[in-house]
């Protein structure tokens, strides 16, 4: 591998990112604007109908968060003038031809003049409507590499995908591809241009129905699913990202292209400040569900390995695999993971949540603390099952014996209580993949690349990605858990 400084190699480069006000998007964003200045130029794809929306998600979406503020204090009263210097706002849709570029000079500009692509537009929603998820996570990926292949100066392009590619998988999981056609249950006939058939002829076939719009989006919802149940996936957002890689390596031909896979990526370790947050991942919802006292028992397996990375973390690692494999085009695969070099379980995570709440309780709406207590602890799916119908009964039996002055009101319960217990009994099947993991990520390539940045003069102080310097206790209890209450709760 051939590396050198970070730094150097950013200077006077043009980079396109997709997916711009995405949370890992606006913290590689600030990261290269604060370490290298003398960046040329920052094309950011926003997904907006013209230049007027692209600038207003730009304020309120990106600079306007307090992820920036390090950044602002640096520059003062030249922040703005370097903002509108280094960043060029792209209006368009990774989900079309051309990314849905309309503006041809802005588009020619482009292909001459960007040296990196990084592809970080998805939808992370494991609910999603097929119909969208196919068409960011899958087809996506096919535009992004479509148009790289027309920039004349390109190095390298970077797709950044899960580790949870994998599906349910179990033992140590390797950092290899996904070819066409791959299932991971044996089943065969797995066909993505039948997908978008599917797909289209199922909306359809509701449109001929005169299906209303939220009928719809339930169907969309259920066909996601069930595509993904059929060729072992275990929820559409993780298949049809493993449909986004196969088309990596389905149409890649002679682009440079890494392929990069964060675990569940958590709060920033360090830069540019420690604990900055941006929206609801699986453990922070399970963390202040728990301290506002809603949570009063945890599923899963406490022996159970989680894989947590701080996103600052995952951004160095895409910034020094960037700078590696523009100088030597590979098809490398990274987990950027902790399961192997320093792993945490469920257990952990339970602990942490009653340690913390305890000393800082949540302040509910009534201005008083909620007291929490050692969660119930159910190890499978039917003690979750049996739990559940148990305080379904109950609660049921406690509106029974209630005045029948106010039946009406009851009435409005039941129903309100069964749409909850059928809300919290899809949720329980889309994480249960999660809650019950067997995997442990390898991360051979990328201690790899950690060897080799030490050794190739990339400057490893600013651009450190080993999870063996994480003391969980500590950034649980002191960065991550404070810093989810403070930015994604307030």
Request: aromatic content about 10%.
């Amino acid at each position: 591998m051939e590396l050198g400084s970070i730094v150097h190699f950013l200077q006077d480069k043009s980079i396109l990112i997709t997916g711009a006000t995405g949370f890992l998007a606006k913290i590689l964003l600030e990261k290269i604007l604060r370490v290298q200045p003398n960046v040329k130029k920052m094309y950011l794809l926003l997904r907006a109908p013209d230049a007027k929306s692209a600038t207003h998600r730009l304020h309120n979406e990106i600079i306007g968060k307090d992820l920036f503020k390090v950044l602002k204090e640096k520059l003062g009263e030249n922040f703005n003038s370097f903002i509108s210097e280094k960043l060029t706002l792209v209006p368009g849709d990774i989900s079309r031809e051309n990314l849905g570029l309309e503006d041809s000079i802005l588009r020619e500009e482009i292909y001459n003049q960007t040296d990196v692509i990084i592809n970080l537009a998805a939808t992370t929603n494991f609910d999603e409507r097929y119909d969208i998820s196919l068409g960011l996570n899958t087809f996506g990926v096919k535009y992004t590499i479509d148009f790289a292949k027309k920039c004349t100066k390109l190095k390298v392009l970077m797709h950044v995908s899960t580790a949870y590619v994998c599906g349910e998988g179990e033992g140590l999981i390797l950092e290899k591809p996904y070819h066409l056609g791959n299932s991971l249950n044996g089943v065969s006939g797995l066909d993505i241009d039948e997908e978008e058939k599917v797909v289209h002829d199922k909306l359809g076939e509701l449109q001929q129905k005169g299906a209303t719009e939220n009928e719809i989006k339930k169907a969309m919802k259920d066909l996601g699913i069930t595509r993904a149940n059929k060729y072992g996936w275990p929820n559409t957002y993780v298949f049809t990202k493993a449909m986004g890689e196969m088309l990596v390596e389905e149409l890649r031909g002679n682009l440079s292209i890494v392929i990069v896979r964060p675990s569940i990526v958590t709060s920033t370790f360090k830069e540019p400040f420690p604990g900055w947050a941006e929206g609801i991942r699986t453990i922070d919802s399970l963390a202040v569900a728990y301290g506002k006292g809603k949570l009063t028992c945890f599923l899963g397996d406490p022996k159970a390995l989680i894989d947590a990375i701080p996103a600052d973390m995952v951004v160095n690692a895409m910034l020094v695999a960037m700078v590696t494999h523009a100088n030597h085009p590979s098809d490398t695969i990274y987990h950027v993971s902790s399961s192997v070099r320093k792993p945490l379980r469920y257990g952990d995570i339970q602990d942490y949540g009653y340690t913390y709440f305890t000393a800082k309780p949540w302040i509910n709406k009534d201005g008083k603390p909620v007291k929490v207590g050692k969660c119930v602890v159910l190890k499978n799916m039917d003690s979750f099952r049996r739990y559940m119908f148990i305080r379904y009964v109950l609660l049921l039996k406690g509106l029974e014996l209630a005045n029948t002055a106010f039946c009406q009101y009851f009435k409005g319960t039941y129903l309100d209580l069964n749409r909850k217990i059928q809300i919290v009994m899809r949720l329980v099947e889309l994480y249960k993949p999660y809650l019950f993991f067997k995997g442990a990520f390898d991360d051979m390539n990328t201690e790899k690349l950690r060897m080799a940045a030490r050794q190739g003069g990339v400057e490893t102080d600013l651009f450190y990605f080993d999870p063996k310097v994480i003391n969980w206790d500590d950034y649980f209890l002191n960065t991550h858990l404070p810093g989810a209450a403070k930015y994604i709760y307030k």
